[in-house]
């Protein structure tokens, strides 16, 4: 048996690194690159994803890393289970447009749409069902506070609230005939409705009354998305507006475009995305800077999953983002400036076994009061489920730190107490045809600085030969 195939070390700068690696069957001549090679390397701020359709894409949300759903033109619904890599058509049976979705959990969606549409899954959208609308209203976006309460904002004011996961809604009075484009919760009762002429609504008992708060503009805000108590909406001519006390008061926030903005996901307390027209891509860690756009087409909609990280619920520092013509990206956390780097830090990645298993290792890891916001947690997703275990045949301690996540084996956090980190990946799906990408996270004790490297397209297939395919 061979024991290590390859290693590779990377500098922990935004990298994507497509790599084929042996364990299982790789006799089969049908995939484009022999396994055991390293075929590509290149520094990414943005993942280029295919969709398999070119009808407009308006709603994304993922429930984990690997499972996501869009919805779109024309009652477009696509489904992924594994980062996005693949998407595949459900039948939705509309031919309305849907605008938004949110999955529930890994089987029930809520999708909404023009003329009050609202469908609704509980079998992973093998079946769509209508659900009857109180309204014939265009319903623009949804949000859920937890498994079982969730909110629809759409035209001339229209919200709705559901008690029951979404399978009735009833009518709320919104005190505006304003067209709401978007509505986010703080909490379980303090949320926000952003739409028409800069109107921002806003409740702090569940939904039960609505007072208007001022935004401080008069433009279309089209997005909005709460971390905490902070939050940000963004809109028209670039317009960006944030909060910090859950939407009680607002201030503008100085933007580095004009383009309209469509859409906004605030992941962590230094990060957060805006999306919109002429593929126009935002990122915000100490201030909005532009991202080197891919596309000149518009960008709708961008969406994470949650993660729950010590004591915090935020989500994932990556985020898909939808667009015009069935585009689909994925946005990473690069650093935006000189002091905003990984600390000299490094990782990687050996090949251990024929049974599909990786260790990977963090190394020049040396957390110092000298260095500012140093790093203490590691955050290891899969685009599929993975196992972890100490590192094979290894005199040294294989795993510094406390497991601080686990759900459904997607993704993992942990507390960085040594200097050194290593930690076994084992994806549950195995063969030639099944594409696992691995992104770690090291970040600061308060998640505000974030060093970034994706493993992308890891095959697991035996028979390897070990070289470097130009």
């Known amino acids: 048996m061979q024991k290590i195939i390859k290693k590779v070390l990377f500098a922990l700068i935004p990298v994507v690194v497509i790599f084929l690696i042996g364990a299982g069957d790789c006799s089969q001549k049908n995939i484009k690159y022999r396994c055991g090679s390293v075929t590509r390397t290149a520094t990414n701020s943005k993942d280029t994803l295919y969709s398999g359709t070119t009808k407009d894409l308006f709603g994304v949300d993922f429930y984990s890393p690997g499972i996501g759903s869009i919805v779109g033109q024309s009652g477009t619904i696509l489904k992924t289970f594994n980062g996005g890599l693949n998407w595949s058509p459900q039948t939705s049976g509309t031919g309305m447009d849907l605008k938004d979705i949110r999955m529930l959990n890994k089987d029930t969606a809520v999708a909404v749409g023009k003329n ?39 035209n001339s004011g229209v919200l709705l609230k559901s008690v029951n996961s979404g399978l009735t809604w009833v009518q709320l009075t919104s005190n505006t005939t304003k067209h709401l484009y978007d509505v986010d919760f703080s909490d379980a009762t303090t949320g926000c409705a952003a739409g028409e002429t800069g109107r921002i609504m806003r409740t702090t008992n569940a939904g039960a009354t609505w007072d208007t708060a001022s935004s401080t503009v008069s433009t279309d805000l089209y997005s909005i998305d709460f971390l905490d108590t902070r939050g940000i909406s963004v809109g028209a001519g670039g317009k960006i507006v944030s909060t910090t006390d859950a939407g009680a008061n607002w201030v503008g926030v100085a933007s580095p475009t004009t383009n309209n903005l469509r859409g906004v996901k605030y992941c962590l307390p230094k990060l957060a995305y805006a999306v919109g027209d002429n593929g126009t891509n935002l990122i915000f860690k100490t201030g909005w800077t532009i991202i080197p ?33 069935g585009r689909v990206y994925i946005a990473n956390p690069i650093p935006t400036s000189s002091v905003d ?29 000298t ?3 140093p790093f203490t947690h590691l955050i290891v997703s899969c685009t599929i489920n993975f196992g972890y275990a100490a590192c094979e045949s290894s005199t040294e301690e294989m795993i510094y730190g406390e497991s601080l996540y686990d759900v459904d084996d997607v993704v993992m956090a942990y507390a960085m107490n040594g200097s050194n980190f290593k930690l076994q990946l ?6 030639p045809t099944n594409y696992n990408t691995f ?32």
């Open 371 to 373: 260095v500012p916001n």
């Open 341 to 369: 780097t990984c600390q000299n830090s490094a990782i990687s990645l050996e090949h251990q076994s024929t049974s599909c298993k990786w260790c990977a290792k963090v190394t020049g890891f040396t957390p110092s009061t």
């Open 293 to 325: 756009p891919v596309t000149t087409v518009d960008i709708y909609g961008i969406n994470s999953c949650r993660i729950n990280v010590g004591t915090n619920n935020y989500s994932l520092p990556s985020a898909h983002e939808i667009g015009k013509d």
């Open 439 to 470: 992104r770690f996270y090291l970040m600061s004790a308060d998640y505000e600085n974030v060093c970034y490297i994706e493993l992308d397209d890891i095959v697991c297939c035996a028979g390897c030969e070990n070289e470097i395919i130009e």
């Open 116 to 154: 009050g549409t609202i469908l609704r899954t509980s079998d992973k959208g093998i079946t769509w069902g209508v659900v009857t609308s109180p309204v014939p209203t265009d319903l623009n976006a949804i949000c859920f506070t937890n498994s079982v309460t969730g909110y629809i904002a759409g």
């Open 426 to 431: 084992s994806p549950t799906n195995s063969g």
